[in-house]
Structure formats: structure tokens, C-alpha cells
């Protein structure tokens, strides 16, 4: 059964800081992972879609990369500012067609 | 563009009520889906449908129904409203379904309250 963890749970840092965000999975039979990102009382919205035969992907100052070997993939913010507060999921479509997702992390930028 | 539209943005039901959840989304999509985020438990797969005309169920689909009788429209039925159905509802929607596997688009969200 696909599980997907994401650690830590929650993430406190000041603005201006580069940080990565993780997320593993345990069934390496994935066809893409994606990464979204929910303000309090909102729907996702999608930051990035890796497909399997990919390594990474980047918009802006968003950063991708998948490892499908050791089941992880992680997500580089350079910069941060306090707009990118907010919890992040990252979202992992097993082959069987099921998205299956992390439970995030949630993340504050301090001014 | 609206993207996905859900309605209502919130709603309270007496245990036994039945209702309906609205979605709709105007991007021409064929995969269309339903989930509940519950605290502790992450976002689950309730119903799905790959087209017009056709429905599967998710991880967690009794207490509800489904149909897709246009490409625009995936209402989501509530049939006996019970208080374990307290959750957020978020519908999703991408241009294909699995395994094409293309970006996930959101609603922004029902929240129900069943008492």
C-alpha cells in the first residue's frame, strides 16, 4: 500500500531563508508527484507536477526533484517572504490511477 | 475562466437530511473527483469519474453517490447525513484522468457540519 509522509509537520523560519520541504513515499511504481500549496479555509492550488522519467521541475522560486529510487522528493523554496505561508501537500499518482496524499507541512515565514 | 466552482461554501445538516454538493468547472475537463480533508487524515478519494457517463469509487465512498451526465457537472449526494460526514469537501478536476496523470485543479472547498 502507497503511504506518503511528509516531515516535518510544521516549519517556523524568518523571511529571507532558502528551505526544503520532504515528502517520501514507500511504492516507487508512480507515474507523477505534484506539489500544492493551501492558505487557511482554501482550496490547493498546484505549484509543480514531476513526471516519473523527470528529475525536477522549477517555477520561479520553487524548486522540484524526484527521486523514485529512494522514494522521495523534495521541495526547494529560495527566498522565502511572508506570502509563502501556508501548507504544503505533496500529492503521489501510484500507477494504479489513485492520488494519494501527504498530510503536509505547514509552514510560517516571520518578517 | 472560474476553473472550479463549488457551491455552497458552507452547510449545516440535521443527522438523516439528504443534500446535494455542487461542482462544476469550465475548462472542458474529463477527470473529475471528490475528496474529504479531515484533520489527522489528509485529503481522501471519495468518487471519480473519467468522463461523461462514467463513475468509480474512491477510498471511502459509502454514504455517497455520484453521476456525471454532462462534462461540466459532478454533483456529489449526501444521501442520510450522518455526523462522521463533518468535513471539508474539495472537488478536482484535470484535462485526463489516470494514468495520463495531468495537474490537479481545486475547488475552493465546502465545509459541512452535520449535527
Known amino acids: 500500500k502507497q503511504e506518503v509522509t511528509q516531515i516535518p509537520a510544521a516549519l517556523s523560519v524568518p523571511e529571507g531563508e532558502n528551505l526544503v520541504l520532504n515528502c517520501s513515499f514507500t511504492d516507487s511504481a508512480i507515474y507523477n508527484l505534484q506539489w500544492f500549496r493551501q492558505d487557511p479555509g482554501k482550496g490547493l492550488t498546484s505549484l509543480l507536477l514531476i513526471q516519473s522519467s523527470q528529475r525536477e521541475q522549477t517555477s520561479g522560486r520553487l524548486n522540484a526533484s524526484l527521486d523514485k529510487s529512494s522514494g522521495r522528493s523534495t521541495l526547494y523554496i529560495a527566498a522565502s517572504q511572508p506570502g509563502d505561508s501556508a501548507t504544503y501537500l505533496c500529492?503521489?499518482?501510484?500507477?494504479?490511477?489513485?492520488?494519494?496524499f501527504g498530510q503536509g507541512t505547514t509552514l510560517q515565514v516571520k518578517p | 475562466n472560474a476553473g472550479v466552482t463549488q457551491t455552497p461554501k458552507f452547510q449545516v445538516l440535521k443527522t438523516g437530511q439528504s443534500m446535494t454538493l455542487q461542482c462544476a468547472q469550465d475548462m472542458n475537463h474529463e477527470y473529475m473527483s471528490w475528496y474529504r480533508q479531515d484533520p489527522g487524515m489528509g485529503l481522501r478519494l471519495i468518487h471519480y469519474s473519467v468522463g461523461a457517463g462514467i463513475t468509480d469509487q474512491g477510498e471511502v465512498p459509502n454514504g455517497y453517490n455520484v453521476s456525471r451526465s454532462t462534462t461540466e457537472d459532478f454533483p456529489l449526494r449526501l444521501l442520510s447525513a450522518a455526523p462522521s460526514q463533518t468535513s471539508v469537501y474539495f472537488c478536482a478536476s484535470s484535462l485526463q484522468g489516470p494514468p495520463y496523470g495531468s495537474p490537479l485543479h481545486f475547488g475552493n472547498g465546502t465545509r459541512l457540519t452535520v449535527t
Open positions: 500529492a503521489v499518482r501510484h500507477d494504479t490511477g489513485k492520488l494519494i
